[in-house]
């Protein structure tokens, strides 16, 4: 199993990014994908999932400016991150579960000037 991310960067606070996540080595369509991460000092914390049939769920900070999505065709996942704020700033990663064993992708940095 193989998670490629990309997109990440360093934006101002208000501005936008958009991540996205290339799986490989799994059945993409049936997986439910998520996104975590980590800022310097905390735990990491999951951000948004997205499941096979395609409902959501997000963590409350972020939700109403970040928005996933899949596309089981390129097998990626993405994430459009809106308003982002200095809070927002992190290592984002891309995750999957597959037999009962957590695959992560080897993150991507985000930061967001005030």
């Known amino acids: 199993v193989q998670l490629q991310a990309s997109g990440g960067g360093l934006v101002q606070s208000g501005g936008s990014l958009r991540l996205s996540c290339k799986a490989s080595?799994?059945?993409?369509?049936?997986?439910?994908m998520r996104w975590h991460r980590q800022a310097p000092g905390k735990q990491r914390e999951l951000v948004a999932l997205?499941?096979?049939?395609?409902?959501?769920n997000y963590t409350d900070s972020v939700k109403g400016r970040f928005t996933i999505s899949r596309d089981n065709v390129r097998r990626t996942v993405a994430l459009q991150m809106n308003s982002l704020k200095t809070e927002d700033t992190a290592v984002y990663y891309c995750?999957?579960?597959?037999?009962?064993?957590?695959?992560w992708g080897q993150g991507t940095q985000v930061t967001v000037s005030s």
């Open positions: 995750a999957v579960t597959f037999r009962a064993r957590d695959y």
């Open positions: 080595g799994i059945n993409f369509s049936i997986n439910t």
């Open positions: 997205i499941t096979s049939s395609g409902k959501t």
